[in-house]
């Protein structure tokens, strides 16, 4: 088998899955105030350092929770509910955000009268700035929240979170980053960054699915989601999860010291995926920026072919990647990301990412080279009928 | 020979035990469940559907438990296209369309078996009731109240070629029981009987929702007189006795049936039942499952889904066939599908050949005629 989909989720690394099982055997739940109970507070508070010093955040700023998604829900409603106002009433987001952040941003849209504004890409991925400092000068004074993710999930396009943050800070605007795709894979720096709040997610960089974290400035101010015991700064509520952080912290700490030397073996990786690709199927389209993007991450258009025909014939050969557009109830989507780029409605059917991770070997791309043609010959024949 | 097969999963019991057995008979076996609705919510829910989120769920845990592949295909622009659409325009053009057919015909062994064979797949496997001979025909199911021939009577001899009915020999409660064995969790489903892609089964307000409800008249065939009114001529369908809405009775006390639908001027003709008597049938240019035949021939044809049959003298001219009855029918609505079958009580009835019918006609004879026939 051929795993090629560590953006939807990587396997744990080692060492997380040791520090979960060991954790995961100890007694205690982080609130209680016995022995037990400072035994697992410890767990969790050291992990909060590891996890806080790994990406450039004080302790304070981590705030514990189910998902990433979570992450991204807390920070966009609980900032746009905490600072809306007579007059202010307006999220700033962008064409290509994962549905984490595009949701509920049409929900506050759709459900609390909030004006949405969004931002476009160019035809590489990345966020158009002065679409945003154009709407800042007139609108400026109406922003609760601009959000922006720091690294595309389908195309892998990194974006100029640093311009956005430049342009949004003369106004007091706090930014929100979902940076689920991004650490452990590409330089994180969340005090560097500007940021108001940054969302990550275990499983996608070698720790367990079902804990992420949302980096949450200080003075920012936040609405809870979660009302409850008010475990995490009184802002997220629920028992903690001590295995899952203990674990995730394991993570993110391997994956962020390793993240420079991964990040040139996986490019080099991934470089030879997309140059056999294109050998192998002349009019693949590469998708994305060529170079400032994520190291794993390859996306191709094969023109002619539906995704999801390409991927269940490489599925048969053991190949797993994924069409990187949206489901639901199973049914392919044409992927917005693409649609936003400009990229055709046919094209933007016809596209596969393949994504690398730290289990990824030149085996996995051999075996992708060598199914693809046959692939994309049947499936481009069932595309014409 | 081990075929590469894909199963047609609708997440119903009968579609599950039949991959099932397509992977115990030693194919490779891929499930595809198809999407029918761009949005799931807006077709049938609950248990009976057969393209909700549900059914699709279902699918998914039966091919588990089967242990082979499964995918969702989306095939709701065809269907929408192709099945709910030619529903619309078929009664408004006052005939009885039959959209299960139209699914066979268009979907199922056409959009998804014309895909699967371009992926590389050998057939396609449903679980319709049906036989498939050594001979390559098309014959009943072994179950005579769960035949699906008659639907499945539009293929052409090339679909049918690469198609798998791997239920034909099987009576349904034994279906039902080996997926119970199998350990599959929709071997309790109900059967689903109503039109999918209608919602709630009230079929007269989906049309209405789309056709509008014009306000027209219910006449008496002899007499002319108006009896009634209705709210769209799409609502009736030829042969229908209930729900007609007339506050008189007939003067012999006998019910009433409709006769015709007249879209044009919106009108509805009602009368005796001894009235939809007919005895010859025409149809549009028919699919021919065995060889085509010119002249005349002896057969036994069948007029609507799990409706009786009539021993006929069929011929064909280039337009379409015509049926001869041996005893009259009732209640024939155009639309409806004309099945030819050669009796064989042994190995199956086998259909001959499948036709829209167009029109019907009656022979002047006798009112007593129908009933002395015993019909």
């Known amino acids: ?385 | 020979m081990k075929l590469r097969v894909l199963a047609a999963m609708s997440g119903g019991v009968d579609s599950a035990v039949a991959a099932a057995r397509a992977v115990e008979a030693g194919h490779d076996v891929t499930g595809v469940h198809l999407a029918l609705s761009k949005n799931p919510q807006t077709y049938r829910t609950g248990a009976r559907g057969c393209c909700t989120i549900e059914d699709s769920r279902d699918a998914r845990r039966a091919a588990d438990v089967i242990g082979i592949p499964f995918y969702v295909w989306d095939m709701a622009e065809r269907f929408h296209q192709d099945v709910v659409e030619d529903f619309y325009a078929e009664y408004a053009s006052g005939r009885t369309p039959n959209p299960c057919l139209r699914c066979n015909e268009k979907i199922k062994f056409a959009a998804v078996l014309d895909r699967a064979m371009a992926l590389g797949f050998d057939a396609v496997a449903t679980g319709h009731y049906a036989r498939k001979g050594p001979d390559g025909l098309l014959r009943r199911a072994v179950d005579p109240g769960k035949d699906q021939s008659y639907v499945l009577g539009v293929l052409t001899p090339a679909q049918l070629a690469h198609s798998m009915f791997p239920l034909g020999d099987t009576p349904k409660d034994l279906v039902r029981a080996e997926a119970e064995e199998r350990g599959l969790a929709v071997a309790r489903k109900p059967d689903s009987h109503d039109i999918c892609f209608i919602a709630d089964g009230d079929t007269s307000g989906f049309l209405k929702n789309r056709l509008g409800s014009e306000e027209g008249d219910i006449v008496d065939s002899g007499t002319g007189e108006v009896l009634g009114s209705h709210d769209g001529a799409h609502q009736f369908t030829v042969g229908q006795r209930h729900g007609l809405g007339l506050r008189r009775p007939a003067a012999d006390g006998k019910p009433r049936y409709v006769l015709s639908i007249t879209p044009v001027d919106n009108r509805v003709e009602v009368g005796p039942r001894d009235a939809l008597r007919v005895d010859r049938i025409r149809t549009a240019a028919p699919v021919w499952l065995d060889e085509e035949r010119t002249g005349p021939f002896e057969a036994e044809v069948q007029l609507r889904a799990h409706g009786q049959v009539h021993p006929a003298t069929v011929a064909a001219d280039a337009d379409g066939l015509t049926a001869r009855l041996h005893r009259p029918a009732y209640g024939v609505a155009a639309g409806q599908a004309l099945v030819v079958y050669d009796p064989d009580a042994e190995a199956g009835d086998a259909v001959l050949a499948s036709g829209t019918i167009d029109s019907t006609e009656r022979t002047e004879v006798p009112a007593s005629f129908g009933e002395a026939a015993g019909v």
């Open chain 1, 1 to 385: 088998m051929a795993y090629l989909d560590h953006a939807a989720t990587t396997p744990m690394l080692p060492a997380a899955l040791d520090a979960y099982v060991r954790t995961a055997r100890e007694l205690g739940n982080a609130s209680s105030l016995h022995a037990s109970g400072r035994a697992a507070r410890r767990t969790v508070e050291e992990a909060r350092e590891r996890i806080a010093a790994a990406l450039g955040a004080g302790p304070s700023e981590v705030v514990f929770t189910g998902s990433g998604t979570e992450a991204d829900n807390l920070a966009l409603k609980g900032t746009h509910w905490a600072r809306r106002s007579e007059g202010r009433n307006r999220v700033v987001t962008t064409a290509i955000e994962h549905h984490a952040v595009a949701d509920p941003v049409a929900w506050l849209g759709d459900h609390e009268r909030a004006d949405v504004s969004e931002l476009g890409v160019d035809k590489l991925g990345r966020v158009e700035v002065d679409g945003l400092a154009e709407l800042l000068e007139s609108h400026a004074s109406e922003v609760t929240v601009i959000t922006c993710m720091w690294a595309n999930n389908e195309v892998g396009t990194l974006q100029p979170i640093r311009e956005i943050v430049d342009l949004a800070a003369p106004h007091g605007i706090p930014v929100h980053t979902d940076a689920v795709q991004a650490v452990g894979h590409a330089p994180v720096d969340f005090s560097a960054s500007g940021a108001t709040s940054l969302a990550l997610s275990g499983h996608k960089l070698g720790g367990p699915a079902g804990v992420g974290v949302l980096l949450l400035t200080r003075d920012a101010e936040c609405t809870p989601l979660l009302h409850g015991g008010g475990q995490e700064r009184e802002i997220r509520s629920g028992t903690l999860d001590v295995p899952g952080i203990a674990a995730l912290a394991e993570a993110v700490v391997h994956a962020v010291a390793t993240s420079r030397a991964e990040a040139e073996r996986l490019a080099a990786l991934r470089d030879d995926l997309v140059k056999r690709v294109r050998a192998a199927v002349p009019e693949a389209i590469y998708n994305g920026d060529p170079d400032d993007r994520l190291p794993g991450n390859a996306h191709f258009s094969f023109p002619g072919c539906e995704g999801d025909a390409l991927l269940m014939l490489l599925d048969a050969t053991g190949v797993e990647c994924a069409t990187g557009s949206a489901c639901s109830a199973g049914i392919a989507q044409p992927s917005h990301v693409l649609l936003a780029m400009g990229t055709g409605e046919d094209n933007a059917r016809s596209s596969l990412r393949f994504t690398l991770g730290w289990s990824s070997g030149q085996a996995d791309v051999d075996a992708l080279v060598d199914a693809l043609p046959e692939a994309v010959e049947r499936a481009r024949t069932a595309g014409l009928t």
